[in-house]
């Protein structure tokens, strides 16, 4: 498989686990009522802060949890201005830190340093990606070729589901000698389990009626000339129709049996008389002929010329999703119209079309998916996952991570006022109701000395422990269930965090004496150990020494 190389890439292909991991602190929570400070329970995140190392925090509650990711990244035009700022410690690319990336011709690197800051992040998104997940990516042509190929270098070959195009501007950049119109949106999957689900279709493509509901028509007969008796004889088969029993639209039913009412005999024969087959055997046809008339879902309807043809009942409610998008709702003004109706649209350009961010969800995710956009912008991920969750009750949960300042001013506040509703008399929208949590990126886990660092708090020192130990959410168990140090039991192993910051931890026969979990094994962290080697091999305990044996993820 053809790879892609740049400057720097060897220095950042296992960049994400150097990134440090750091704490999310809360701010403030927010519902319909307005702020308040304990948090909302809700699971949804408005988080202010570095990217890489927000994705990196998240690890602990949501590795393998994310269906949908969107990120709309800076597409590198040569006029944007980004910042690559990430601490990779390497004299290589150290001089590109902190550096404003410019056009081409002031910085010939400037795709390099892309790649670079692109690399560790899609990395960390792979590792949060559930395994049905998708992750869908706004670009243009600048990087585009570029990103397909690292996208296929970490996610697979053949996880890659599309390159949509998005006709995201109908008149075009006329001031080039091309007037482009269309960006793109790159798809692939976490594995081959994922799952691009339809769009809802348009009731006016279902004609009939019956007490089922809505339905269109299909001939049941195959129409690939690839397919005949001649390689599918167990699909060629006589239907017989009964002609006597039309219902009001002139439908007839159907068996696989001749009697003197069905005398009508049918075969899968094309337009010139050649032998064809039917698209399904006869255990699948009899499975839809019921005895209900009105409700079974094969029939059989004369033809203009005069004779017969089997139809089936077609009640799929979605459209298969095509590769091209070119309609109005998701063209780039109709996101910068939405930010004006919500009174934001002088302090942010180019957001994205709340009706397009609401496709990829829906194409994507279940009602109870939790969505990431880890470059957020102005919020339009949180506001398409509101409107969904109020459209059709679902209980969807968005994370939005943003860098810049605005991400409480804009990204945030826009949040709270489609949860509350906006605009005024005529032209008040009513808000989708539903809460979230604002957090700042907080101080790392570990000190320049790779020391604990114990201001952020035992508790998530705790947390990160388990983590790093069963690479599962913590959940604190209940007091009185053994000491004060015991995490939770996994697997039949129970784990221990021996700690105290105001003195050493030693772990002795006094020790063992206050752990009241049985299990087949124990994994306990102290700052010392004095219990002998033979002793721990015959208990099964291990022990790991404070901070040397913490993993580092």
Same mark, same amino acid.
């Given at each position: 498989m053809p790879t892609l190389h740049w400057i720097g890439k060897d220095k950042v292909v296992n960049h994400h686990r150097d990134v440090p991991f750091r704490v999310l602190e809360h701010q403030y929570g927010f519902d319909a009522k307005g702020d308040k400070k304990e948090t909302t329970q809700s699971g949804n995140k408005v988080i202010h802060g570095d990217n890489l190392e927000a994705l990196k925090a998240l690890l602990p509650e949501y590795e393998g949890k994310v269906d949908c990711i969107y990120?709309?990244?800076?597409?590198?035009? &040569? *006029?944007?201005?980004?910042?690559?700022?990430?601490?990779?410690? /390497?004299?290589?690319?150290?001089k590109w830190l902190g550096e404003v990336v410019g056009k081409e011709g002031d910085d010939l690197t400037r795709h390099d340093k892309w790649l670079c800051m692109m690399y560790p992040r899609l990395r960390l998104l792979h590792q949060l990606l559930s395994p049905t997940g998708l992750i869908f990516i706004s670009l243009d042509d600048n990087e585009i070729h570029s990103l397909k190929f690292m996208l296929t270098e970490i996610f697979g070959e053949k996880n890659f589901q599309s390159e949509i195009i998005i006709q995201s501007n109908k008149r075009g950049q006329t001031y080039k000698q091309l007037a482009k119109t269309h960006e793109y949106l790159l798809v692939f999957s976490k594995t081959q389990h994922s799952i691009?689900?339809?769009?809802?279709?348009?009731?006016?493509?279902?004609?009939?009626?019956? !007490?089922?509901?809505?339905?269109?028509?299909?001939?049941?007969?195959?129409?690939?000339?690839?397919f005949g008796r001649f390689n599918r004889p167990n699909l060629f088969y006589p239907i017989y129709i009964n002609p006597s029993k039309p219902d009001e639209h002139g439908f007839c039913p159907t068996s696989l049996i001749k009697t003197e009412e069905f005398n009508i005999e049918v075969l899968p024969l094309n337009s010139s008389d050649e032998e064809s087959c039917?698209?399904?055997?006869?255990?699948?046809?009899?499975?839809?002929?019921? *005895?209900?008339?009105?409700?079974?879902?094969?029939?059989?309807?004369?033809?203009?010329?005069?004779?017969?043809g089997i139809y089936e009942k077609y009640r799929k409610g979605t459209v298969t999703v095509k590769t091209i998008w070119d309609d109005t709702n998701v063209i780039s003004e109709q996101g910068t119209k939405m930010l004006t109706s919500l009174g934001l649209g002088k302090q942010f350009q180019f957001?994205?079309?709340?009706?397009?961010?609401?496709?990829?969800?829906?194409?994507?995710? *279940?009602?109870?998916?939790?969505?990431?956009?880890?470059?957020?912008? !102005?919020?339009? =991920?949180? /506001?398409?996952?509101?409107?969904?969750?109020?459209?059709?009750?679902?209980?969807?949960?968005?994370?939005?991570? %943003?860098?810049?300042?605005?991400?409480?001013?804009?990204?945030?506040?826009?949040?709270?006022?489609?949860?509350?509703?906006?605009?005024?008399?005529?032209?008040?929208?009513? &808000?989708?109701g539903g809460s979230f949590d604002f957090y700042e990126l907080g101080l790392p886990l570990f000190d320049t000395n790779e020391n604990l660092n114990e201001a952020v708090g035992i508790e998530k020192i705790r947390e990160y422990i388990w983590y790093s %130990?069963?690479? =599962?959410?913590?959940?604190?168990?209940?007091?009185?269930?053994?000491n004060e140090h015991f995490l939770g039991s996994k697997d039949e192993t129970a784990y221990y965090f021996v700690y105290d910051k105001?003195?050493? =931890?030693?772990?002795?026969?006094?020790?063992? !004496?206050?752990?009241? =979990?049985?299990?087949?094994?124990?994994?306990?962290?102290?700052?010392?150990?004095?219990?002998?080697?033979?002793?721990?091999?015959? *208990?099964?305990?291990?022990?790991?020494?404070?901070?040397?044996?913490?993993?580092?993820?």
């Open positions: 990120i709309d990244p800076p597409y590198n035009t &040569g *006029n944007e201005g980004w910042v690559y700022n990430d601490n990779v410690n /390497h004299p290589k690319i150290k691009i689900k339809g769009l809802p279709g348009d009731t006016s493509d279902f004609p009939y009626e019956d !007490s089922i509901g809505r339905y269109s028509i299909r001939e049941l007969r195959n129409r690939n000339p690839k039917w698209r399904w055997g006869t255990q699948k046809f009899n499975d839809n002929v019921l *005895n209900d008339e009105d409700m079974s879902f094969v029939f059989g309807k004369p033809k203009q010329n005069g004779s017969w957001p994205k079309p709340v009706e397009l961010i609401e496709r990829v969800i829906q194409i994507s995710t *279940n009602k109870n998916s939790i969505i990431l956009d880890s470059f957020a912008g !102005s919020g339009t =991920t949180a /506001h398409a996952v509101l409107n969904l969750n109020k459209q059709d009750g679902g209980n969807r949960k968005f994370i939005l991570v %943003e860098m810049e300042d605005y991400a409480n001013g804009i990204t945030a506040e826009r949040v709270k006022r489609v949860i509350k509703g906006y605009g005024k008399d005529a032209k008040k929208t009513e &808000g989708t %130990e069963t690479r =599962t959410p913590f959940i604190a168990p209940k007091p009185g269930n053994d105001n003195a050493l =931890t030693t772990l002795d026969y006094d020790a063992l !004496s206050s752990i009241k =979990t049985k299990a087949g094994q124990y994994v306990i962290y102290a700052d010392n150990c004095l219990l002998p080697k033979e002793f721990m091999a015959k *208990n099964n305990i291990i022990f790991k020494k404070i901070p040397r044996d913490i993993t580092r993820f």
